[in-house]
């Protein structure tokens, strides 16, 4: 019950006043004033008084009269004092109050404030005498009777709340005015039946001794609803109930009357009391989609003059709301009607829908039992919103689309009746596709969003419309087997095209990876021309030719953003397609076609017509197979196909033409075209594309990107030969950015094929980028310091023509410029780095000068890997007049650095070693003339050792007299002048005879080993032209059998497809036919829906509802008798009778609606309309169910014969191939056995050849060469071997200045210097600069060492002209 609680505070007075059983540690203590309350009975005491109320005539009260013979002390039951009191201090309210003094009920737990229960029981009162508040209003006009006033200030009655309540009967009669019309006029109401049993909650403050003040009251009371029915009830269609309206159903109809003290402000403040009442209860509403009453918590009020309704569901849900499918929640029902009866009841809705994501407010209006119409809004609904609108449509999960995003906008929802569910949303898009409003339509297997479109521009340059289109998005329930997708369809319109035949078209829409929009591909039918004309009938400008009757057959129109679209159920012949529009049909067999094939029938040819412009079309013949021409020296054509040339109406044929060449399993394909003129056939071909890894060089390497082919056929000779009558192609060749022409010589012999290529100049870096190509590396980039000019490039697979030999691989002849010199270089590429060698004549870097010695130029040796790039350069420098070996060496990686080394000598036979290293960095490799280097050499131990002992000698010079000096000096001069003289005379005699050895040797080896190869090579000629030979042969027969091969599998290819066709054709028609039959079970669950909902699961509802109604009921009777028979001082339970009472009454209201309602809904499953309903679901689904199996047969037969036809051409494909085996095996045994001849040959004599070859590429390696190396080399040494001679005269000569007194020394002097002297080390440093420069070839020269017990360092000068005067001046320092 609704109540009115006033601010709570302690009733201090009440309970200080009576003396009462209070509990201490767990034991109830008698309180002292229990005593005196007891006293007051047994003592016949005329009053007694407990707190503020006086009782008089205290007594025991009647229902407390078998606790036996009374004692002093109180009954530890406890007791019931009862004395009269003036009620509220009111005269003429003199009434008996009960007060109980004992235990407080089990299971109530008090707290230190002292346990009060009183009460006052009145048969009737004006409630107006009691409460203040009341007075003048209209509840001094409602009789109220059996009153009983309470007051606990604990919850000992359990259906009271602590404080002071009063419960009550009251009759609702005419003086309520409203009140009374409502249940009288609107529920219908006898007199008799419109009595409350009521409660009013005053709340806590109050006293027994002055009248309650309150600010505030609310009267609650129910109705007795059973009653009513019994009295009233007449209409059994509607559920037992107080019955509203038709369709409405009152029941645990209640009232709550009020009363609120208004203040008013101002110097005259009053107060007065504004009044209102509400009639509550539940509502039962009949509601479409359910043969139970929607069950709603209601409420009615008045204002001015008129009935406000105000319902909600009761749980808050609204299940299957008007058979829609959808749940709603928080379902308010408002409405506003005279207060009289009503016919029916118009409402207005407010409810919510929440399906995750998509989540909506609605509102609407519904006349119950009639028209109903709600509308919502839900904002930017999108994808997410389709599915969980499914999901909370049917339980089940949506596929969302994975190959393109859809854009769905904010969406109305409508439901209404005639139409039920509608939902619209404001946008619908995907890809560049887009319309302003689309229909969302859901079903058990899945939701459909669709939106008409006047006019779809398909994208691309094709100039495609659909005009009264549609845009479509189809989504699918997981687990189904089908995939969700976009569609769009409508009406076919071509810009430009003034003539097209009416075309209704389907879009099929699908996502490659060349593009992130999606591809589309248009399929439509001809209206009005069918699938069945002729050439001339679908093209004009054909009539009046031999094309004009050329039949066509399954005509189809399409048209397609790319060519070779995604698969389509579509298209069931698997027409090829372009990208573009054209017609396409089964043609019928070309005559002339098939002679060019030099075949009678060739079945199976496809009609591909592609517009082109305005109305001209270009019409080709695809072939069912891949069809080929052999033209002979192993050269055969790609699969050709046919065009018709509605111009010069003429047939075409273009082709590939595929040349074999050596080292490649894959022959060149060239693209060409044949056109037919009389007996000649003109082909002009060019390939657009790369040839490959040319005779197995690389496959980085690539000739192209475009070659010409030439060829000539004479159709009187080529039907029977199959050769044409001539043939050739040339082409380019790019190496980096440069590019180049190449020429093949194509022989009839595939290993004596040749590329050659001319190229005017390219750079390093083409080379580079065309080494990294070749051998696919990463090879980093070089400067681009050498360029290569009048370049001849070779690609062999290693073959001699003309008495020329080209080797194997990829190599080039080139004029090789670089650091300013040009020469003569060659090159390949293998091994991945690319080697390029040559001879120059001399080379310049900075100061640098490389050249040749005795005759033999500079090498040059280029490397560029992925890991080390370098330059090398073995020559020699020229200094001191000689030549001295020395390898100049580029490091390019990672930055440009020159570095050399050479030997010097210090005397004929000691021999020191100089680094040179780059000063700085290179800028730039173009201009080197700027380099520098700093040369570094280390005396090793044995040269520093020389050079102190040749020191130690010329100190002991210095110790003889002058005279024996000067003599001994100029002796050892004559001495090494003889030895120098002697050893040149010797070297020259041995140079003489080891050039006149190695002249022998040379003509001996030429004469016998080259005439070995030459022989040979006439040999090996012979048996290769027997091999190719019989290859020929070989490929005659080949051919034939091939084409037998070809004709089967074009025959095979052409049943194939049409029976195909029919499994396709059988399996869509399977679909459509169950999609149909699902559609109208659809239908006929969704009539089923709106008509009855879930009629056996709302039954089964209502019984349980019916069941625990009378549970409810049982249990509430059982209760009456427990409280009934309790004991006497049970107050709390005595007190619990009224309240269970008036909940029985509720209960047997409900359970009498209740009844109703599951009585009605058995009614309603036993009517003929929903049987009739119900029964029509099986059938739909046997429908379903014999489609589906109808068509299961009809595509199983398809398959049977899509099997038959594999089964019976796949046999003829199996004999053409055993045919060609058969062949293949003959004939290359024939191959094989003139092969082994040829094998056997070049293995008999490989050792003889290696070794001829060796003897002659060896002559630079023999004995007499390398003997005639030696002896140049010893002359050389001889002639500058002076060092001794040089170190004798510096002897002669400090001897001499000892004579003359320009050296002064002393013999102790010597003598301690030559026994301390320990020479350490000996470092020479300099520029290249400066050691080649005018100012005298020398070193800086760091001599480090001991002497005289003292460490010495000396800096000194080098000069190699006069090395030994460094010996001298080590001696004088």
Known sequence: ??????????????????????????????????????????????HVTLGDVRLENPRLAQNGNDIGEPTDAPPSTGFMLEGNIKLFGIEKYDVALQSWHGPPPPGIDVGSDIPVYQRVQLQDACLCDLVPLLEGTPFADIEFTNITITYQNYQFVQNMLPGWTITTELGVGEKSAELYRILHDVLGYSDANVQLQASVYLGLGHSWTGRPQVPSFVVTGVLDVASQINEVRQDTTQPGGVQLCAGVTLSRVGVSIYGVSIPTFGLNSTEHTQYGFKVFGDMHVGVPGSVTPLDLDFEMTEFSGAVDLFATVKGGLWKNAFGTGIDLDMVQLSASFPISSIKELACSVRAHFQAESASALITGSFTIGGGYSLSAYVEDLGCEGIVDLFRHYTGEELSLPSHVDVTIGSASIAIEKGAGLYIEVDRLAFDSYEANSAVVQLSSKGVRVRATAENLKLPGDIGISLVDGYMEVSFETQGSGRSTDVALGGKVQLNGFSSIPSIQAGVHLYKSSSTPALEWTVYGSFTDLGNTTTLGNLFPGLKKSFLQDFALQDLMFVAASSDDPALSHFNPLKYPIKKGVQFSALLAEVDPFNKLLRRTSFPGLILSACWNAGDSFVLDVVLPTDTLIHLGRGIVTDPITLSIDTERLLLRVATGVQIPVPESDTPLDFKASLTIQ??????????????KDPFGVSKGVSIGPFLELGLAIDLVEFPETGIPTSFSFAGGLAIGETEGQVAVQISEIPSRELLYGEMKKFGIKDLVAFARDLTQLPIPTVPNFVAFEDVKVYVSTGVTLSDITYPAGFS????????????????????????????????????????????????????????????????????????????????????PTFSFSFQLNFTDLLVFLVDAQMLGKIEDLNDVSGVNFVLHALFEQHVVEYVEKHVLETLEALKKSTDEKIQDAEAKVQTEEKKLQDGIDVAQANLTKAYDSWVQHAEQVHKTSQTFIDNYMNQLRTLENNVEEKRKSFNTDLKSAEGALEHANAARAAKMQSAEAAVTNAKSKWDSDVADAEKKLDETNRYMQEKFGSA????????????SLQSEIDETNSRIHYCEDSPWYRFDLKAELVWQ????????????????????AEKVVEGTAYLEAKAAIPAAKKVVEDVGEAGDLAFKGAQATLREVNTLTAAAIRDATHVLETVRKDGDALIRSAEFALQKFVNGNKALLTAAQHAVDGLIHSAEWIAYQAATSGLDLAKHATHALDIAKGALEAARKVADGAIVVTEEVVEAAMSTLNITRIELGTTLDVLLGSGGYHFEADVSGTIIEGPFALHLKLDMKNTAQLILDISHE
């Open 1 to 46: 019950m609704a109540q009115f609680v006033p601010h709570p505070q302690k009733d201090l007075g009440a309970i200080s006043a009576h003396a009462f059983s209070v509990k201490h540690s767990g034991v109830f203590v008698t309180h002292p004033r229990t005593h005196t309350a007891w006293r007051s009975i047994i003592q016949n005491a005329s």
């Open 678 to 691: 009389g007996e000649s056939v003109k082909l002009e071909g060019e390939m657009h594309g790369l040839w």
């Open 812 to 895: 080039f002849d080139a004029s090789l410029y670089v650091f300013g010199a040009r020469f003569h270089a060659s090159a390949e590429i293998s091994g991945g780095v690319l080697a390029v060698s040559g001879n120059v004549d001399e080379l310049v870097v900075g100061p640098l000068r490389v050249t040749g010695q005795r005759g033999v130029k500079p090498s040059v040796d280029l490397h560029v890997g992925m890991t080390a790039q370098e330059l090398r350069v073995d020559g020699a420098m020229e200094l001191l007049g000689a030549h001295v070996g020395l390898a100049l060496h580029l490091e390019i990686l990672p930055d």
């Open 1096 to 1107: 056996e699961e709302d039954i089964a509802e209502a019984k349980r509802k019916v069941d």
């Open 1141 to 1160: 009472g008036t909940k029985l009454l509720a209960l047997e209201g409900s359970k009498a609606t209740a009844d109703g309602v599951l009585w009605l």
